[in-house]
């Protein structure tokens, strides 16, 4: 997202973005909790949930106390500092990260941070940033303060109920054991589609990145993931894939990333080897169901 604040007119806004975004990242790529440590309450007000990935509050557990989130964000930082130089990290975490809603009542806010989105390490490897985080702030003397969070949230969240209805697996549809991860046949009931160019692992300066399989499906299907959010879908929502390799030796391991991208029913999909763009193992169009 843009280094710039969102909220100019809006100072309690403006100062809620500047603490989470600005002065958060600035502050972790340096490694240096001191210059965020006021933004926090006291440790016996604060309060943490780990949604542990899931949007099933079922699943949620009571999380770390400040000091033990205070380690945990250094030690974090110190990891990817020793794997990213100090601006390519700034400039990841800065793409990564949006934050736009803020709910503010009476003294107490709720801002909804989210981070989508890929930083090269030194090593030629990738980190996977997805998830967002709810922060539960409060206004304590004459600032803005974090009370809490519900952290490691899915993003994209929500009810994928509209989506699943909109594409049905056929009860008897079956298909040869050696298949991959993929649906024989899907009934689709649409009024609008969404349709995604061939994506690859491209970053936004026109680089590749990603030297073996795994690497650059990462990319690639985080790359589907943000053409589809800027229609207002996500990949529950796609329900026919193309995929191309150079490689069909593999296709093995393509399936096993996709697969952890793709939730049930999978899209139709085909396979095919071809000839790709030189230094790309690897090209994804998807077709999308609009709710």
Not at 183 to 193: G, I, M, N
Request: hydrophobic share 40%; glycine share 6%; aromatic share 8%.
């Amino acid at each position: 997202m843009s280094p710039e604040n969102p909220f100019p007119a809006d100072p309690d806004r403006a100062a809620i973005w500047t603490m989470l975004v600005d002065r958060d990242i600035s502050a972790y790529v340096r490694n240096e909790w001191t210059e965020v440590e006021a933004d926090y309450v006291s440790s016996s007000e604060f309060v943490s949930i780990d949604a542990r990935r899931t949007s099933n509050p079922d699943s949620w557990r009571v999380g770390q106390n400040l000091a033990a989130y205070r380690d945990s964000w250094l030690a974090g930082s110190a990891e990817l500092s020793a794997a990213v130089s100090a601006d390519k990290l700034e400039a990841g975490l800065r793409e990564a990260t949006t934050l736009r809603d803020i709910e503010i009542h009476e003294g107490d806010a709720v801002a909804h941070k989210k981070f989508d989105g890929t930083i090269c390490r030194r090593d030629g490897g990738l980190v996977h940033l997805n998830w967002q985080t709810l922060y539960l702030c409060r206004q304590d003397a004459g600032r803005w303060r974090i009370r809490g969070f519900i952290g490691h949230l899915p993003n994209p969240m929500g009810d994928r109920s509209v989506a699943s209805h909109a594409k049905e697996l056929p009860a008897n549809a079956t298909q040869h054991v050696t298949a991959g991860p993929y649906s024989p046949v899907l009934t689709v009931r649409a009024d609008r589609l969404v349709v995604v160019s061939g994506q690859a692992a491209i970053v936004p300066d026109g680089s590749i990145v990603g030297d073996d399989i795994e690497e650059q499906t990462h990319l690639t299907l985080q790359n589907c993931r943000r053409q589809l959010a800027s229609a207002g879908c996500t990949l529950s929502d796609v329900v026919k894939v193309n995929a191309y390799l150079t490689d069909m030796a593999t296709w093995e391991r393509f399936n096993s990333v996709y697969q952890s991208y793709m939730p049930e029913p999978c899209p139709v999909r085909t396979v095919v080897g071809a000839a790709l763009l030189d230094g790309l193992l690897v090209e994804v169009e998807m077709w999308a169901v609009a709710r």
